[in-house]
Each structure stands twice: as C-alpha cells, then as structure tokens.
Nanobody
Framework: QVQLVESGGGLVQPGGSLRLSCAASGSISSINFMGWYRQAPGKERELVAR???????NYGDSVKGRFTISRDNAKNTVYLQMNSLKPEDTAVYYC???????????????WGRGTQVTVSS
C-alpha cells in the first residue's frame, strides 16, 4: 500500500518561514501529481500548491508569490517552501498524491495524515 508522510510543521512567527516535506513510499509505479492542501477550523479544505510529473506548478491565489512547491523524483518526495507567513496561513497541511500502484496498476488519490502549521506572535 502507498503511504504519504508529512514533516516540517510547527510554530512560527509572522513573516517567518517553514519548509514542509512529504515522502511517498510503497509499491509505486508512477506519480501523476503531488501537492499540498490545507484546512483551517471552520473552513473548507483548499488547494495550496501542486506539481505534475512534468514539473508544471499551480498555486492557490492566497499563497502566490510566497510559497514554492518542488519535488525530488528519485526520493518520491515533494516539498513546500513557505515564506512571509501570515496568521491566516495557520491550518493543517495535507500532502496529496495521484499515484499508480505497481502491483495492482490502479491509480488512486492518496492523502497524508496532515501536519499542523501555526503562525502566531
């Protein structure tokens, strides 16, 4: 079974930076997309950033110019560099991947358990 594990969350002051990592493991044939979503209390889950296998990126409007997504294909890992953090960035950040299983040849949507990011003075 494919698993996604996030790391790098924590507490940071406004204007600070954090880098999140998400490592995919298991019987992976290919990764079509990987990205990050977030959900704050009382709000819907929203797209933060995503990246295709070809390196094409897409960002949510609220993070454009501040966040950067990248991936290391050899390690099956995606990163999210977050700069100029604001209190409204506080949320649980979830790693997401559309991944084909090597054994079953089934493509499915996988989610990590999430990592908390808190931006506060």
């Amino acid at each position: 079974q494919v698993q996604l594990v996030e790391s790098g969350g924590g507490l940071v002051q406004p204007g600070g930076s954090l880098r999140l990592s998400c490592a995919a493991s298991g019987s992976i044939s290919s990764i079509n997309f990987m990205g990050w979503y977030r959900q704050a209390p009382g709000k819907e889950r929203e797209l933060v950033a995503r990246i295709t296998s070809g390196g094409i990126t897409n960002y949510g409007d609220s993070v454009k110019g501040r966040f950067t997504i990248s991936r290391d294909n050899a390690k099956n890992t995606v990163y999210l560099q977050m700069n100029s953090l604001k209190p409204e960035d506080t949320a649980v950040y979830y790693c997401n991947g559309i991944i084909t299983n090597k054994e079953s040849v089934v493509t499915a949507n996988y989610w990590g358990r999430g990592t908390q990011v808190t931006v506060s003075s």
